[in-house]
């Protein structure tokens, strides 16, 4: 797979991952690497080919807490990891953890999605 480079004049583009457990983001922060479901993967493509950059920030659903953010550093493969199981999951594609820290959902309520309804970020 081939690494991202800076690209000029292309936006930055942001993803919010949630996950099913806890377990995934150890996987995740111990091997650097992830897998989506296959429903994803095109979205994320996209934005790896066509962005200077993109990060994915991580939540465990229903823990109420972002558990850190990675940059994705390889488009989605057809390669699967027998780490996630048969969960439904897709291919893997590497990401480079930047901050692996529990932060409550409250320190960015100031954000908010404009192509959500102008929705909290959680």
């Known amino acids: 797979s081939?690494?991202?480079?800076?690209?000029?004049?292309?936006?930055?583009?942001?993803?919010?991952?949630?996950s099913s457990n806890f377990q995934n983001i150890e996987i995740s922060q111990q091997k650097g690497i992830w897998s989506t479901k296959p429903s994803n993967e095109r979205k994320l493509n996209g934005a790896f080919w066509e962005s200077s950059m993109v990060y994915l920030i991580f939540s465990?659903?229903?823990?109420?807490h972002f558990q850190g953010f990675a940059r994705m550093g390889s488009a989605i493969g057809c390669e699967?990891?027998?780490?996630?199981?048969?969960?439904?999951?897709?291919?893997?594609?590497?990401?480079?953890?930047?901050?692996?820290?529990s932060i409550p959902f409250q320190f960015a309520h100031h954000l908010l999605n404009p192509w959500n309804d102008s929705k909290k970020v959680q």
């Not at 081939?2 to 949630?18: E, L």
């Not at 465990?60 to 109420?64: E, L, P, T």
């Open 2 to 18: 081939k690494s991202p480079s800076p690209r000029q004049n292309t936006p930055v583009r942001y993803f919010i991952m949630k």
């Open 80 to 101: 699967k990891s027998q780490d996630w199981g048969s969960a439904g999951f897709g291919g893997v594609f590497k990401v480079d953890w930047i901050r692996k820290e």
């Open 60 to 64: 465990v659903q229903g823990s109420g």
